[in-house]
Structure formats: structure tokens, C-alpha cells
Nanobody
Framework: QVQLVESGGGLVQAGGSLRLSCAPS??????????MAWFRQAPGKEREFVGA????????SYGDSVKGRFTISRDNAKDTVYLQMNSLKPEDTAVYYC?????????????????WGQGTQVTVSS
């Protein structure tokens, strides 16, 4: 069973920045061959696509609401995926999840991902 662990969430003022990280809970598993993604879910709302990255880091995709502000990246040597969030807004407040897809391509659909982390809370105050 693959378990993913997110970290880096917290409380930040509007306009500020945070960097989230995602790594496997057991170092016997490696992310490096798989596409990864970040999703978020605010209370009472559906899970929303934030961004995705292919296995090498050479291709990325973003949800419309975060384009130009968020950057997804990965360090396969460290087996870690990152989400750099800049110019944060109160509407970015949500639980952020990383996800792994057992495939050659990433997707913007949550149902296409096979493994998920437990989530990390991001709260942006106005």
C-alpha cells in the first residue's frame, strides 16, 4: 500500500506564499516513474484540480484558478513533489492533497488517481 504524506500547510496572510511538499511514507516506494498532482477541497465544495506534473518534471498543467500563481515541481532524487503557492488569496483556503497516478500521463480528474495523501490545511486570512 502506497501512502503519501503532505507537509507545509499553515496559516498565511493574503498575498503571502507557502510551499507544500509530498513524499512517500515509506522510502521503499519511489514516485519517480509516475505522474503526480495536487488537488484541493474547501468545505462544502468538490475536490478541485490544482496542478499536475509528468514523471520527469518536463510537463505541467494547472487549474485556471491558480495559473500564474502556483508552480508544481518535483525532485526525483529526493522523491518529493512540491507546490509553490504565491500571491495567495482567501479563496485558496482548503485542504490540499497530493495524488499519484499509476499511468504514463497525468490527468486533471481526481478519479484517475490511485493513491492519495491525508491532506494538509492551508488557510489564507484577508
Amino acid at each position: 500500500q502506497v501512502q503519501l504524506v503532505e507537509s507545509g500547510g499553515g496559516l498565511v496572510q493574503a498575498g503571502g506564499s507557502l510551499r507544500l511538499s509530498c513524499a512517500p511514507s515509506r522510502r521503499t516506494f519511489t514516485f519517480s516513474g509516475y505522474p503526480m498532482a495536487w488537488f484541493r477541497q474547501a468545505p462544502g465544495k468538490e475536490r478541485e484540480f490544482v496542478g499536475a506534473i509528468n514523471w520527469s518534471g518536463g510537463s505541467t498543467s494547472y487549474g485556471d484558478s491558480v495559473k500564474g500563481r502556483f508552480t508544481i515541481s518535483r525532485d526525483n532524487a529526493k522523491d518529493t513533489v512540491y507546490l509553490q503557492m504565491n500571491s495567495l488569496k482567501p479563496e485558496d483556503t482548503a485542504v490540499y492533497y497530493c495524488a499519484l497516478r499509476v499511468s504514463t500521463e497525468y490527468s486533471a480528474l481526481a478519479r484517475d488517481y490511485h493513491y492519495w495523501g491525508q491532506g494538509t490545511q492551508v488557510t489564507v486570512s484577508s
